[in-house]
């Protein structure tokens, strides 16, 4: 594997061209664009849509998104080492930056690839054409002494396992030779070293920033150590591990705890299946993998990219019972999108006063639906329950591991656990760990030691170091695609409608003023019977959206519209993913109680009405 070249771009000699440092890099991140474009294409070309799509998402990942001080020449092996496994058939693949440097007539290009011919020479032709001098730099001193030296890279050693346990050691290879145990790397640091010299005059090299990341490995997985050296991990940590490896470049020997993607079955979706896109196919098939490995996760999917779809198609292939907690306004979504989608499923809405007769009545239905509210007063009705699956939308709700709703939501019992958010992280990395304390419990340690490794390093600013790390161990078990990435997928445009539950206090007065409205317009006579039946429909829509706007005295605002609660869901998380958003209503005073809660979440916005003056500017 060739690491890296640079090419040093100047004007070429008696050229006209006028050096625009700003232009040119412009002009030569238009070219990168393209070439990145015609990657794609041809990855999807060899590789199939789906693979294709796949393989150029997991590409792209595993190079920081720019160049940074700091990204080492091993980060960099492991990299390109990782990509050369993970597709083996395309050996031309290449990462270039272009770096600004401190001269006035010159930018340089800084290339990482793996091996053979470097598919650059259309770029390069392109830049001589726009009258450039490009010239590759290959320092002699570094290709002299890359023969003599001699990189200690570290392997993965499985010794055996049980039924939720596997054991594991380290080794540690000197070039295709001698063999070095953990605890004689260990030594060279003790004494100050990072070299041993070998046979033949070579020197043997192991890079400090690799031996302790590696320790923070080990520590991340809470092992207990069997025997020196040799330690017992929880196969819950094997998908981390197996993460690990693949960006690292780390060579496992022995039987691998985990299931590499083989022959599945085809899951029984029946006329579902025709329904699903290709990305959905992938989730499904995502979440399915994490099932067959006892794991649960986190579909973190844009908005509007179906997750309540993928899961529904994951219940019916999974089979067996499911609970599904949403907010109270999102119930009857739930419900309206089971009747669509899987109308063979036997579905339960488990709410109002009478919850537990209905459970009572409807033992036989597959997937109930609930709400976090109603599920902070129901322990005694889930805890003594066991479903095949849980299913907690909108997951974000349980940011916070210390609320009530959380602790409720972290004992029910299930053989899986999925977590839905388009906002997997809205504040802090704490949310993340609350969420996956749901999905996937113990995953990434306890609460105190989860601070410690790793939201107090990264809140305090402390490197890059702990955020990929995190990153890392969040690959396996959290799935986020954004809109831009699947747009070949989507139609040209997506239609949801979100079907809200009156809340008591919205039904109540919505009852009141259809009894009253119904007495009225039966005694009246004439033209007034049409005028009072107008007015009644217009107050019962009033009702529909938000006390508020009937001007009622003694209006709680938690109380006063469910709609505005969906409403300010749907906006905070299309906030979170970087959408802009239109808002409609013909009610402006509806309009008039949205501005003070988006002031108060910080989402930026404008506001137009018949008042609104000079409305270009």
Not at 28 to 36: M, T, V
């Amino acid at each position: 594997i060739q690491l890296r070249l640079q090419y040093t771009i100047r004007i070429k000699p008696g050229s006209e061209v006028i050096f625009d440092r700003a232009a040119l890099e412009r002009r030569i991140s238009e070219l990168i664009s393209d070439w990145r474009t015609e990657f794609g294409q041809s990855l999807q070309a060899a590789f199939g849509e789906a693979g294709g799509r796949k393989y150029h998402r997991e590409y792209l990942d595993a190079f920081p998104a720019g160049y940074r001080e700091g990204y080492s020449p091993r980060a960099a092996a492991d990299d390109v080492a990782s990509i050369q496994k993970l597709i083996p058939e395309h050996p031309l693949l290449t990462r270039f930056y272009h770096l600004p440097e401190d001269e006035e007539d010159r930018l340089r290009l800084k290339v990482f690839h793996l091996g053979g011919p470097l598919p650059l020479s259309d770029l390069v032709s392109k830049l001589q054409y726009m009258g450039l001098e490009v010239a590759e730099e290959q320092p002699h001193r570094i290709q002299t002494a890359s023969g003599k030296v001699v990189a200690i890279a570290p392997a993965f050693e499985f010794r055996g396992s049980g039924e939720d346990w596997f054991s594991m050691s380290m080794e540690f290879q000197a070039g295709a030779g001698e063999m070095l145990s953990r605890d004689e790397i260990r030594r060279l640091f003790e004494t100050g070293q990072h070299h041993k010299p070998l046979k033949g005059g070579q020197l043997a090299v192991v890079d400090p920033g690799m031996h302790e990341e590696l320790a923070e490995t080990l520590l991340d997985c809470d092992p207990q150590q069997d025997e020196p050296g040799v330690f017992r991990i929880d196969k819950r940590q094997a998908a981390y591990l197996r993460e690990v490896a693949r960006t690292g470049g780390i060579a496992c020997r022995g039987t691998a705890p985990w299931k590499e993607a083989g022959s599945r079955p085809e899951p029984e979706l029946g006329e579902l299946a025709a329904t699903l896109r290709p990305y959905q196919r992938e989730g499904l098939d995502w979440l399915l993998g994490l099932a067959e490995l006892g794991m649960g996760g986190i579909l973190a999917d844009d908005m509007g990219l179906g997750k309540t779809l993928q899961t529904l198609a994951f219940l019916k292939a999974r089979g067996g019972t499911a609970l599904v907690v949403c907010p109270s306004s999102l119930v009857f979504n739930w419900m309206a999108e089971a009747a669509r989608f899987v109308p063979d499923l036997k579905a339960l809405a488990v709410v109002g006063p009478k919850r537990r007769d209905l459970l009572a009545k409807n033992g036989d239905c597959q997937l109930l639906v609930t709400s976090y509210a109603l599920l902070r007063r129901d322990e005694d009705l889930w805890g003594g329950r066991e479903f095949t699956t849980v299913v907690l939308d909108e997951a974000q709700q349980i940011k916070n591991p210390e609320a009530q709703v959380s602790k409720a939501a972290f004992r029910l019992r299930a053989t899986h656990r999925i977590a839905l958010t388009g906002t997997p992280m809205e504040n802090s990395v704490r949310d993340v760990w609350s969420i996956m304390n749901f999905a996937l419990p113990g995953y990434l340690g306890g609460r105190r030691e989860f601070a410690e490794r790793f939201e107090k390093p990264i809140a305090a600013g402390g490197g890059a170091a702990p955020q990929e790390r995190l990153a890392r161990r969040l690959k396996p078990v959290v799935l986020r695609r954004l809109k831009q990435e699947v747009a070949t997928d989507l139609p040209a445009k997506i239609e949801q409608v979100y079907y809200c539950e009156l809340g008591d206090s919205q039904r109540a007065v919505y009852e009141s003023i259809r009894r009253e409205s119904q007495a009225s317009i039966l005694d009246a006579e004439g033209g007034r019977k049409r005028m009072l039946a107008l007015t009644a429909l217009l107050r019962l829509r009033q009702a529909c959206c938000d006390l508020r706007l009937l001007n009622l005295p003694s209006i709680e605002p938690d109380e006063a519209s469910v709609k505005l609660e969906a409403l300010e869901s749907l906006l905070l998380e299309a906030a979170a993913g970087g959408h802009r958003v239109l808002v409609f209503s013909q009610f402006v005073q509806m309009l008039q109680v949205l501005v003070p809660t988006l002031g108060e979440r910080g989402i930026p916005f404008c506001y137009l009405d018949g008042q609104t003056k000079n409305r270009g500017e």
